[in-house]
């Protein structure tokens, strides 16, 4: 028996070098087009690279040099994007990162990439400014960007080398959490992100009178491809620092967006507003695509956001070290069930067991994919690079997933697998029936060590003013499920932890179940 490999044809063929070109084609063609919106700028295509030429410029007399790391705390605002494309012009690697985090996490990111400098959108964010005071960093403006604060030059950093091949040149570093909580840096190169943005634009026919609603960050890499392919093919981007359901109603009514991409809580808190505002429906607008990645699918939240907007809500599978697209549903080819998709053209998939051999198709097995947008490896940290890619270039996702045929299904977490009474059992599954109950907003099942064997505990979240009780939603599973996949507990929660783009933190649901040692 053979892995299960799903292979489409693609090319990086034809792809610019670095990100920042990817605006030069439009800027000769179509000058006077919109490339950025928000709440208070609008810059032209032509206006969008004398900016970035100039906060270039300014950068370099600010002391940042090719193959340096420099730091963008900021939330979704033109300032960083112009910021981002600079750093491209000048091969420095940007770090963008969520003004949202901690002093301690950003202290971390700063001292484990060496950044020359960081740069604080003081007058975007709240957040950004209060970092800014706390790194004593002077406002000033850099370019034609004003009110950015920035940090004293790190003249102990070494620049990293500059590689004249988009394919190995490192454009973005970020950092991800991961399942144990602490961060690694993920180094994409330049090929990286255009391969992967280029795949996702055609997947979704994305041409120049497109208006995408960028909503999900740009410290994460979803927000930076969604950047990255908009204005690929010459199309317009609408960033919100913010997300605001009530916006998001005035932006479909008048601001013409074409596509949006969120998490399951986007749409969840979309329909939240339209019921508790009164509205008898939300109009779509020319809103033509909307799309849902980053977190499990809930079918019955998917149904009625299909109901309200009339459109097919297409879920996608991606991960930060493979830039991040992986699969997707086609608009063509809409789905009713929690698929992820086709392979995106290009990319290489196959599935093993846990011991390495090779699955049938409609087995689950481990997730491993191999091409053009497979990151360069995490930075300062080659064990672990060596540990997820192997010598043949397959990245290993830690997830599992089966094929039906050619469409993918998530399954779950490697690490997040409960074996029960010698049983495997995919968290995935239980989280899909318990969200079927009227009154759960969210959840997520985590395994608990007890001796000799392993527990199911799930935690829910209600929505407000829920009476449900953990009994109930016992009552409700318990038909639904086999014995050994029943939960042992359910606890209900005001919140579940998650991320600035609603991704659970199901580790930390785990350590909090975790019996003291």
Known sequence: MVALTQTVVGSVEGLPN????????????????????????????????????????ALRGLGIRAGDRM?????????????????????????VVNPRLSPREIDQIREHSGTRRVFLTAEVSQEAAAHATRYQASVQ???????????????????????????????????????????????????????????TAAFRNMAADDVQYCVLPISHIVGISLLTMTLMVGATVRLVAKYDPAALVKAMAEEGIT?????????????????????????????????????????????????????????????????????GVRPDAPRTDPAVGTILPGLEAKLVSLDGKPVANG??????????NVMRGYYRAPDLTAKAIDPDGWFNTGDLARFDNDILYIVGRTKEMIIRSGFNVYPAEIEAVLSTHNAVVQCAVVGRQVEGNEEVVAFVQLIKGATTTAEDLMAHVAPQLTSYKRPSEIIVMDALPATSTGKLLKHKLAESVRSPS
């Open 363 to 372: 087995e689950v097995g481990e997730l491993h994919v191999r091409g053009p």
């Open 141 to 199: 403006d850099v370019g034609a960007l004003r009110g950015i604060a920035v940090t004293n030059v790190n003249v102990a950093t070494v620049a990293e080398p500059v590689e004249a091949d988009g394919a190995k040149q490192v454009a973005v570093l970020i950092y991800t959490s991961g399942t144990t909580g602490t961060p690694k840096g993920v180094m994409l190169t330049h090929r990286n992100l255009l391969f992967s943005a280029r795949g």
């Open 259 to 327: 596509i949006l991409n969120g998490v399951p809580a986007t749409y969840q808190r979309l329909l939240e507003y339209r019921r508790n505002a009164g509205l008898p429906k939300l109009e779509r607008g020319k809103l033509r695509v909307i799309s849902v990645a980053g977190a499990p699918l809930d079918l019955e939240l998917k149904s009625r956001v299909e109901q309200e907007l009339g459109l097919p809500l297409l879920n996608g599978y991606g991960i930060t070290e493979c830039s991040p697209g992986i699969s």
């Open 71 to 95: 730091m963008i705390v900021s939330e979704n605002s033109i300032p960083l994007a112009c910021l981002l494309l600079a750093a491209s012009r000048l091969d420095a690697w940007a770090i």
């Open 18 to 57: 670095r990100i920042h070109e990817v605006i030069d084609r439009h800027v000769a063609a179509t000058p006077d087009h919109p490339a950025l919106i928000d709440d208070t700028i609008r810059l032209t295509y032509r206006e969008l690279d004398r900016t970035v030429g100039g906060v270039a410029e």
